[in-house]
């Protein structure tokens, strides 16, 4: 049988056989007690039940099993069981049961109740031994024989019913225990298995854990080193950055200084973070210490809070601060406190809205002080109150309303929860969706609590915030710049600004637009920069925002963060994939997670490209015009498959129309004879001139009804002839000279019939306009015209002029409507592949992409004039060709 698990079989067979020796040893021990006992004093039995003459037989039979048995007694410690264990257990077995199958020959054969005893060593077998299968088969079917063979040959007289159901029961008790037995067998090997693979992987997992503990502790002093000297570069990075903001080394443009402010803040922000990791990894090897003294928190509290009250009023956020005691005095490090609780501070500012509020509550139970910082903002599920304070923990997007890590690095409310129980207190948090948040810190007052271990041997001077710059020597920047206002508050300004990209003046001369969904202000103000100039930009600071103003401007490159609050990059794709608006819109994933399955789950929601930060922003910029010329090569098949169809179409059409059309003309020119024939054979036979002069304006009457319709009869005809034209020229694509106004007066009859509205059609199309150009497509485009401006306007009041002019090298098109107009927004982007203000399904935003296409490549020029509430005119200039030019 080969082993389970990873343990290889030369370590399983030693051990196997060790524990069988061993557990047959046990079995043939107890068996030999018993048969000592027992075998022997069945002596009386024989002396009660069996004839006279046979006692000598069945005593001596006895008298040798007794002796067997002493003699296995010397046989069981020695090697010789050891290396023939089942062989001996089982022959002793056999033996005893030949003697007892010797009894039932002797008293009575086959239907003898000694065979009894048969039954009690096949039991015990199976209860008391662990043999291989071949061992249990062999010995029961020698015990079975054993009591079957002699009787037959000596006795068979015996053989009636009674031997029958002996027979039966024995041997049904031989199957039954021989299965158990086999069954057992594999199951105890199996547990052996088990046993040595539990040994195996506690062993593993022990040396394991001791080399994660060696790697834990160089990675510990790894970040340690590497965040330490990380300062000093930063320090060579901020001071002159600083000089050239307050134009200390010349003067600066404001784009310019506002570029130059936002790495400013990045480098900021970097600082803190190696602050972070410098405290966490302090942490983790216990020597991290606090400077306490004795501090009052009603005090301290009450300055911090006028401090951040500015940066929360930007959100239009009250911070009320109440205590229920005018002095709390507590030994406690004020700078550890203080980035605890402004970490708790920014956390509630980031997820409370505007116009809520966050309430500092101050209360004292005792030897203990418990400060409440409360929010009116979403909340999260209470089952992840402990979870928040777990390192790198994120709530996932599909399991809160409100992430209060995401976003972040996830060390904010961890790092805050170590640095409260090293001074001996505790934090919590309790919330519901829907209901806002409490993080409540618990500290106790006195000292005795604080372990000598963790407190800061030297003595240092106490100092509140506004002093404490003035304790750092003024040549070490580093430690100047970490005590001051805007770095000390830095998550608070970042949580409360509200102001990222500013919009340009000229933004609407830019015909394409980009959508930018990033929850971290330098970077949407970073990608800004690189597409302004080439793109019109609107900004999104989460998905849900993003969804909004995706669907409002229909943009033509979507590039979104993955990691954000409300909804991430993943939901947002997946939910614009969904909407048949903006399905098509090409998404650019950008994300500090580069790991493959981020990317495989992108391809899966719809992402088109995927870039990792930090990106180079040629790369950036490059691909976001790659997508968006994407969006025209779209445009272009879609140009390319109508006309293709379009052939096809109009054959079939005219076709399936021409044949009753027929029948129709020839039946109407039946009937219209008919009718006035009648009329002539009705007016001389008419009862008195008043009866005459009915008939004859009923005559009429009917004559002008058959003109209309002879005239509707003539109009599908027409139609039906452009249609067959079409179908009979076909689409080679080709440029040829072409009379723009002729195709225009057909192209637009044809729309208007098969629309079907009732729209005053204008046609205004004097003289020829020759235009070389692939004629098909330029009906197409005309067409698409036509259609927008027929759809646009109102029945009956509704006017479509198309009017065509001829200037000196040019040839001009306009067509022109009175509808409800287009606004300055759409006309930036109403050329934009789809584009479209219809409902979904009513149009594919490609039609007025096509026209400037198709015009451009011409040479040509398209421009739309229009006001709300006063139409929509748009004129098509194309280079004139000569009359007729091949």
Known sequence: ??????????????????????????????????????????????????????????????????????????????????????????????????????????????????????????????LLFVWPPQVVLTTHAIIVLSFLLPNLMLRPETAGVGAVSNLVFLTATAIVISIGQILAYRTQREQIVNQLVIVQTTANLGRAHQDL???????????????????????????????????????????????????YLSGARLLRLIGDLLDLSRLEESRLR????????????????????????????????????????????????????????????????????????????????RVSVEDTG???????????????????????????????????????????????????????????????????KGRSHLPPEVVERRARAETVPNERRAQHSPTDWTAQFAARDEFRLLDVFDATERRVVERDPDEGARGRTVLVVEDTPEVTRLVHT???????????????????????????????????????????????????RTKHVPVLMLSARGELTDRLEGMDSGVTEHMSKPFNT??????????????????????????????????????EINNPLNYVRNAFTR?????????????????????????????????????????????????????????????????????????????????????????????????EGWVDCVAEELHQAISNLVQNAIEAVADESGRVVVRGELLADEVLLTVSDNGPGISADDRARIFTPFFTRKAPGKGTGLGLTIVWRVVHALGGSVTVESELGRGASFCLRMPRAPKGAA
């Open 671 to 767: 009937v219209r004879i008919d009718v006035t024939e009648a009329f002539k054979m009705a007016v001389p036979k008419a009862d008195g001139d008043a009866e005459r002069a009915r008939i004859t304006a009923l005559e009429g009457r009917t004559l002008r009804m058959f003109e209309t319709a002879q005239a509707g009869l003539s109009r599908i005809g027409d139609t039906v002839a452009l249609m067959r034209r079409y179908s009979r020229e076909g689409f080679a694509r080709v440029a040829r000279s072409h009379d723009v106004f002729a195709g225009a007066r057909d192209v637009a009859t044809l729309v208007s019939s098969s629309i079907g509205r009732p729209v005053e059609l204008v046609l205004e199309l004097e003289g």
């Open 1 to 126: 049988m080969s082993p389970v698990g990873p343990v290889p079989i030369e370590e399983v067979e030693p051990r196997w056989r060790a524990w069988l020796v061993e557990r047959n040893r046990r079995g043939t021990r107890l068996v030999l007690w018993i048969g000592i006992t027992m075998y022997p004093l069945f002596g009386v039995l024989d002396w009660l039940v069996a004839p006279a003459a046979w006692l000598k037989v069945l005593w001596g039979t006895r008298a040798f099993v007794t002796v067997l048995t002493l003699a296995m007694f010397r046989l069981l410690p020695t090697r010789w069981f050891e290396r023939f264990p089942n062989s001996l257990s089982a022959s002793y077995l056999i033996v005893g049961s030949c003697g007892i199958s010797l009894m039932t020959v002797l008293l009575e054969g086959l239907a003898s109740p000694y065979y009894a005893g048969l039954s009690l060593i096949i039991v015990a077998t199976g």
């Open 378 to 444: 979403a909340g999260f599920p209470q089952e992840l109150s402990e979870r928040l304070f777990e390192r790198f923990f994120q709530v996932d997007s599909e399991t809160a309303q409100n992430r209060y890590t995401q976003g972040g690095t996830g060390i904010g409310l961890a790092l805050a929860r170590e640095l409260v129980e090293l001074h001996g207190g505790t934090i919590t948090a309790s919330s519901a969706p829907g209901a806002g948040a409490t993080f409540t810190v618990t500290l106790r």
């Open 618 to 655: 040629r790369e950036l910029l490059a691909t976001v015009q790659k997508l968006a010329q994407a969006s025209d090569a779209a445009a272009e098949r879609v140009l390319i498959q109508q006309m293709d169809s379009l052939e096809t179409i109009t054959g079939g059409l005219a076709h």
């Open 290 to 369: 606090l400077r306490v003294k004795p501090q009052d928190l009603v005090r301290w509290l009450s300055a911090l809070v006028a401090q951040v009250s500015p940066l929360t009023e930007r959100k239009r956020i009250e911070l009320r601060f109440e205590a229920n005691v005018e002095v709390s005095e507590v030994w406690c490090d004020l700078d550890r406190l203080e980035r605890v609780f402004v970490n708790l501070i920014s956390n509630a500012a980031k997820h409370t809205p505007e116009g809520g509020s966050i309430t500092i509550s101050l209360s004292e139970d005792g030897e203990q002080a």
């Open 213 to 263: 503990q060696r790697l834990d502790a160089f990675k510990s002093r790894f970040f340690a080193n590497v965040t330490h000297e990380l300062k000093t570069p930063l320090a060579l990075i901020l001071s002159p950055l600083e000089l050239m903001i307050d134009g200390e080394l010349g003067e600066l443009s404001e784009p310019q200084r506002a570029t130059l402010r936002s790495i």
């Open 530 to 580: 690189v597409l302004r100039q080439h793109f019109r930009v609107f900004t999104a600071p989460n998905g849900v925002r993003g969804l909004e103003l995706a669907l409002k401007h229909m943009p033509d490159v979507v590039v979104t963060d993955l990691m954000m609050p409300e909804m991430d990059g993943f939901e947002l794709t997946r939910r614009l994939r969904h909407d048949p």
